[in-house]
C-alpha cells in the first residue's frame, strides 16, 4: 500500500490531519508524521532528517506521497528527497497538493489500494470540488505556470485568469514590480503574469527578476493567472493594485512619482554640480571616482561531496545579508525615498525564486559550491538585464550585481574590494560594509561618498579612525557618475562637487593637511614629560598606518570588525593569523586588544544577539562574553598564542563591577594553564587591563585597580552612559558630549583612583583624539593617550606645546565650569 507523510511546521496541525484523515479510510494506510521541532521555545518549523525518517518509516516498493504545508515545509521536503537512496527516489513523489484536502484524498485513495500515481492524481484534485461548490470559475485555460516555481509534481488544474491594462506612468518598474511581488507573496496561490502587449513568455508574479524583465508599460495589457486555494483573492487583490495605479496617483505620493518620472541626472547635467551629503568622516579630498564593484571577486569552482551543507550555507548568507540591507534601510531618514525602495528591492532579489531556484539546482543537480552556484546565477540574471532594450531595465543590472556581491562576499569570506587602484581616487558606492572600509588603505582611497548610511554608522567610524574623508546618504544621483569623473569632496560640510572648478580645487587643496604619512616624532611637554602616544586600530592596514603616524604603539585594538560581516565566529587560527600580523608589524611595541565588543546594536547574527528594546543597556561587551565562553576562550586562546615575543596587553570592555573583572581574568588563567599544558608558547606576564565606560566602574575605581595593571578610559561610552544620551541618537548626541564637566570630573577621579592603587590611566575615546582637549587631560592627570591615526601628529605637535603645570591649573578650573559650551570657550582663551 502507498504510505502517505504528512510535513508540517506545526505537530498539533500534522496529527490533526492525519486523525481526520484516518476517520475517512476504509483500511489502515501507513502514515508518518514529520512535523515541528525540538525546541519548547519555538516548537514551529521542520527538520530534514525527521523527513527523512518519516518516508523511509512508511516507505516500500507501493511509494510513498509526501504532502506538505508551506515555506520551509517544502524545502525540507526536497531535501530530505535528495538524501534519499537513489532507488527510493522514483517511488517517492512530492505532492503539490493543498495539505488538508490534499492528505484526505490520499489517504482515502491510498487505502483503496490505488498504485502510486492514482494516489497522487487524487490529491491534486482535491481542491476541485471545494472550487465548484464554492463556484469559483475557470476563464481561460491553457496558461503556462513558469518553470521556477518549485514544484515537483506537475499541476493539472486550471487557474483563473483576469486581463488589465497598465495605467501609470512608468508600467511596472522597480516600485510597483516591488509592490506587486510582495502583494503576490502574501498568497499561497501560484501566480504569473504575461504582457500580453509584447506578447511576452509566462513569468512568476512572485519573482522582481522575471517581473520586471516583461517591460510592461503604460497602455499595456497585461494577464494574470493564479491557481491555488487563494487563487481569486489573490487576483482581486492584485488587481486592486494595478487599478489604484499601485497608489502613484494617491495625493501624497504625487511628488514621488514626479521624482521617479524625471529620469536621473545625466553626466553631462551634473558636471560642475555639487551634491550634499551626511557628513561622516572629516577631511578633504580631491580625486576621480572609482566605482564600487566593478566585478564579482573570483571564485574557486569546486565540485562538493554535501550539496544541503551547501544550500544551507547559501540560505545563511542570504539571510545576513537581508539583516546587513533592513539595517541601511531602518536607518535611512524615510522609509519611502529612492534610496528605500532601492535597497527594498534587494531584499525582494534576495527571495526571488528566479535567482534561488537556479541556484538550488547548481548546487544539488551539479554539486557546485554554494559561491560558484550563486556566482553563475548573478552573472546570468546581470546578462539578461543588460540585453533589455531599455536602458531604465538595463540599469536594473547594477542593482543585481551589488545584491549578488553582497552575498558572494559573505559566502567567500572576503570582504576585498576589486578596485581599480592605477590611481588613488574616491570611491562611490552605493554603501559600504565595515569590513569593507576597514580593510581600505587610506593611501589609496582618498575618499569615500555612498548613496545611503549615517554618520554612526560603523562604516562612518572606521573611515573616521583611518583618517579617509566621507560622506554618506548623498542620494541615488551619486550612482550615475562614471569612473575617472573628478571630485572634490568635503568630509566637514557633505558637499561634494562634481568636476569641481579650478578656484574649488584650489580651495579643497588649502585645506588638505600634510601628507598622511607624516611621521610625528614622541610627545614631550615643553617641561620634558613624556606622554605615550598609541593608535586606535582595527586590523593589519591600520597598524602600519598608524607606526607611519609616529604611534608608539596600539593602545586600542577593537577586535569587532573581525566578527562583523561574516556567517560565523573567525577561529581561533584565523585570529591568531591575525594578531600575530599586526604584533609583526609592531615588533616590541605595545599591542593592547580589546576583546570582542558587540551588542545588541550590531547585527552579528551567529552570537544570536536578538534586538533588544535597549541595547546600550543590555548584553554587549564584557557581559555577553562571559555568557558565550566558548566565543571568549577562543579569543583570548588566540591573543595569548599571539604573545610569544611581543608586547600584548588584554583589556576588557564595558566593565562595571568587580566580580566581572574576576571572571575575566579567570577564564584568562585558565586559557594560560591549558596552553602551557599543551606546551604553547606565550609571553608569561601579559598585562590586564579594562575600559572605564560606566559610571559604575568610576565609582569603583579604587577597588577596580586592585584588579588589574592599566585603566583606559573610553569617553564615548562613558559620556553617554554618565549623560543618559544614546550616543547613536542624533536627538541626544549633543548631550553626550565628553567635554562636559560631569564627564571630566569622571576622568579626574579615576585617575586619583588609580595613582592610588599605582596603576597607569590611559583615554582611547574620541576626546583624546582632539587636540584641544589635551590640556585637559594632561591636567587631570592621564598618563597615555590612544587616538585614531590621522590626529597623532596634531596630538603630538599639542602636547609639546604645555609645560604641565599650565595643563593642571587649566584642569583645574574647567572642573568647577557648567557646560561643555564654557569648557570649549577657556580652552580656546589659551591659544
Ligand atoms: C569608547 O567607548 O570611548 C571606546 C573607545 O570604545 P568604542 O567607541 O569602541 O565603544
Ligand atoms: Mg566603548
Known sequence: MVGIVIVSHS????????????QMAQQPVPIAIAAGIDDPENPFGTDVLQVQAAIESVYSDAGVVVLMDLGSSVLSAEMAWEFLAEDQKSNVKLCEAPLVEGAIAAVVQAATGANLEK?????????????????????????????????????????????????????????????????????????TVQNLTKNSTVVSAKSINQLITLGVQQGHEIVIAALGDDAESAL??????????????AGNNRQVVEEETSPPLPQAAIEGAKLVGVPASSGVALGRVIPHQLALPEILDRPVDNPPAEW?????????????????????????????????????YLEDPALLDPAYQRIFEQHQCAAAAWKIVIEEAIAIYQALE???????????????????????????????????????????????????????????????????????LIAKMLGIPMVV??????????AGTELALDGETGQIWVEPQET??????????????????????????????MANIIGVAGAEFALESGAQGVGLLRTEFLYLDRLESPTEEEQLAIYQAIAQVLGTLPLTIRTLDVGGDKPIAYLNLAPETNPFLGWRGIRQSLDSLEVLKNQLRAIVRASYGHNIKVMFPLVSSVREVRAAKRILREVQRELHQAGINFARAIEIGIMI?????????????TEVDFFSIGTNDLSQYVMAADRTNPKVANLADAWEPAILRMIQQTVTAAHQAGIRVSVCGDLASQPAAIPILLGLGVDELSINPPAITRAVVAISQWRMEETEAIAREVLQLDSADAVREYVAQWH
Open 473 to 482: 546618504g548623498v542620494g541615488k544621483d551619486l550612482l550615475t557618475l562614471v
Open 390 to 460: 531599455e536602458p531604465y531595465l538595463q540599469a536594473r543590472a547594477a542593482d543585481v550585481r551589488d545584491v549578488g556581491q553582497r552575498v558572494l562576499q559573505l559566502l567567500s569570506g572576503a570582504s576585498e574590494i576589486p578596485l581599480d587602484f592605477s590611481q588613488p581616487g574616491i570611491l562611490v558606492a552605493l554603501e559600504v560594509t565595515p569590513s569593507e572600509v576597514a580593510q581600505l588603505n587610506p593611501n589609496q582611497v582618498l575618499g569615500i561618498c555612498t548613496v545611503a548610511g549615517t554618520a554612526t554608522a560603523h562604516s562612518s
Open 504 to 533: 574649488q580645487k584650489r580651495r579643497i587643496i588649502a585645506r588638505q593637511v600634510q601628507p598622511r604619512n607624516t611621521k610625528a616624532t614622541e610627545a614631550i611637554t615643553q617641561d620634558g614629560k613624556k606622554i605615550p602616544v
Open 693 to 705: 565606560e560606566v559610571p559604575a566602574a568610576v565609582t569603583m575605581a579604587d577597588q577596580l585597580a
Open 119 to 191: 494516489v497522487v492524481a487524487e490529491a491534486r484534485s482535491a481542491l476541485s470540488s471545494k472550487a465548484s461548490q464554492l463556484s469559483v470559475t475557470e476563464t481561460e485555460p491553457n496558461i503556462k505556470l513558469p518553470d521556477q516555481e518549485i514544484t515537483v509534481v506537475h499541476q493539472e488544474a486550471t487557474p483563473q485568469l483576469i486581463r488589465l491594462t497598465l495605467h501609470n506612468p512608468l508600467g511596472i518598474h522597480t516600485r510597483p514590480a516591488a509592490q506587486f511581488v510582495a502583494t503576490a507573496a502574501r498568497f499561497q496561490a501560484q501566480i
Open 312 to 348: 544551507q550555507q547559501l540560505q545563511l548568507a542570504i539571510e545576513t545579508a537581508k539583516r546587513q540591507i533592513q539595517a541601511v534601510v531602518s536607518s535611512l531618514p524615510g522609509q519611502n525615498t529612492d534610496e528605500a525602495s532601492i535597497f527594498q528591492a534587494h531584499l525582494l
Open 11 to 22: 505537530a498539533q496541525l500534522a496529527a490533526g490531519v492525519v486523525e481526520l484523515a484516518k
Open 236 to 249: 482581486k487583490t492584485l488587481q486592486q493594485l494595478v487599478t489604484d495605479q499601485f497608489g502613484e496617483i
